[in-house]
């Protein structure tokens, strides 16, 4: 009955993230024993005095429609937030607040593209970039980078790749879902280039700034011209573990939130009232209060990359943030294991599910055919038998 549907529908993917997820816990529910690495997901309980604070807006009978573009207060918290961790001053009247930054996203993708724009998508992508940008009729323009550059765009490689229907770009740093973190040259370099195109914008999208093991995030909005065209996308689902709470916002030129706030006035209205009252909360308090996952998010991260390092085939790099590992496996490529020849890294990716008991995530979604990528939002112990199942797999 597919033909019934529309072409927008039948043309897009299903979120390959979301599919290894419900895929996973299908195969949980029929008794497997799958370890599910595939989702970016903390895997940690939203911390108490955030619950508290939810709890106290339901009893304050906050039930009713919120304002579209999120309550002044939470603006008002955002905009703190965006002084005290990035330096950069937004208004209340250039934030707005969505159901996840994944609406945020589409927001941008609906208000800013027409038929046939470029948007510039550094791959690996995390995965919803390229089919929201299609959504919108946007082009996506892959610009391939390797493990050889810690899978960072180069200055060079962004100057090629722009045409005179260039329209935006669009990064994740900490990057969804190599784990690289730009640092302020390589982002200068970046901004260079677009010097010499200001009508090209920018989504910056920052949602896993605080998971960062080298510190000193930097925001593009901050640099020398950028600030009129950079639209920073952050939202609590990473560094609160709120994901199910959904919440997440942007900062961004005046003309470009009201856009976006009228967009999302005809499809959603504004986000979830009882979220958006904790929010303030989580982010009115130090990020002191939220370092012990970070910290932990670390030692795994060191964890994996040793038990992983162990495995001969895996090419790795060493990911500054976010919490995902995104292997090379491409020396696999041709080889025949279990009596199955793996070609792609989809292969590899079911290869694991199957024989290790293992949930991964193709790099190809993430626009990387040589790659998976392991999310070690889960426990130690989790991590531990994971490679350990998986170096028995492929031995
Ligand atoms: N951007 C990136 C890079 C992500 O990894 C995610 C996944 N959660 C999102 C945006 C969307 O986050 P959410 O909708 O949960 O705020
Ligand atoms: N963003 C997370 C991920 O990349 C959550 C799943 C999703 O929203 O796609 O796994």
Redesign the pocket.
């Known amino acids: 009955m597919n033909h019934h549907l529309s072409e927008r529908i039948n043309n897009m993917s299903t979120s390959a993230t979301l599919a290894m997820a419900a895929k996973a816990r299908e195969l949980r529910n029929q008794g497997k024993d799958i370890i599910g690495l595939s989702l970016?997901e903390p895997d940690f309980n939203i911390p108490d005095f955030i619950k508290e604070a939810a709890k106290r807006a339901i009893d304050e009978n906050y039930s009713s429609y919120s304002p579209v573009d999120g309550y002044a207060d939470l603006k008002q918290a955002i905009s703190n937030k965006f002084k005290r961790d990035n330096n950069l001053d937004y208004g209340l009247n250039q934030i707005v607040v969505s159901t996840?930054?994944?609406?945020s996203?589409a927001n941008i993708a609906m208000c800013m593209l027409n038929k046939g724009d470029e948007v510039i998508l550094p791959a690996p992508y995390?995965v919803?970039y390229s089919d929201i940008v299609q959504l919108a009729e946007g082009v996506p323009v892959e610009v391939p980078t390797s493990i050889d550059t810690d899978f960072k765009m180069t200055p060079s490689q962004l100057a090629a790749a722009i045409t005179p229907k260039t329209k935006m770009i669009w990064f994740?740093s900490p990057c969804?879902p190599s784990g690289s973190v730009y640092n302020e040259k390589e982002l200068q370099g970046l901004a260079n280039v677009l010097k010499k195109h200001p009508n090209i914008f920018v989504v910056s999208?920052e949602?896993?700034e605080h998971i960062n093991f080298r510190g000193g995030h930097v925001s593009i909005a901050g640099m020398e011209g950028m600030y009129e065209r950079t639209i920073t996308?952050n939202?609590v689902?990473?560094a609160f573990a709120m994901?199910g709470w959904?919440?997440?916002y942007i900062g961004a030129p005046e003309w470009i939130a009201k856009a976006c706030t009228k967009f999302q006035g005809q499809i959603t209205s504004g986000a979830n009232a009882i979220a958006q009252r904790a929010t303030i909360t989580a982010l009115e308090a130090p990020v002191s209060k939220i370092k012990y996952m970070i910290d932990e998010f670390h030692k795994r991260r060191d964890i994996l990359l040793e038990l992983l390092g162990s495995i001969e085939g895996f090419n790795l790099n060493v990911p500054e943030g976010a919490f995902y590992v995104f292997p090379d496996i491409s020396s696999f490529f041709g080889k025949t294991l279990r009596g199955t020849t793996l070609r792609t890294a989809s292969d590899f990716s079911l290869f694991l599910l199957e024989h290790a008991l293992v949930a991964t995530v193709s790099g190809e979604s993430f626009g990387n055919d040589n790659c998976i990528r392991i999310s070690y939002a889960a426990s130690e112990k989790e991590l531990r038998d994971a490679a350990a199942r998986i170096k028995e797999a492929l031995s």
Do not use: P
């Not at 996840?100 to 609406?103: E, F, L, N, R, S």
């Open positions: 970016g996840g930054a994944k609406q996203l995390w919803s994740s969804n999208d949602i896993y996308v939202g689902s990473k994901t959904r919440i997440g």
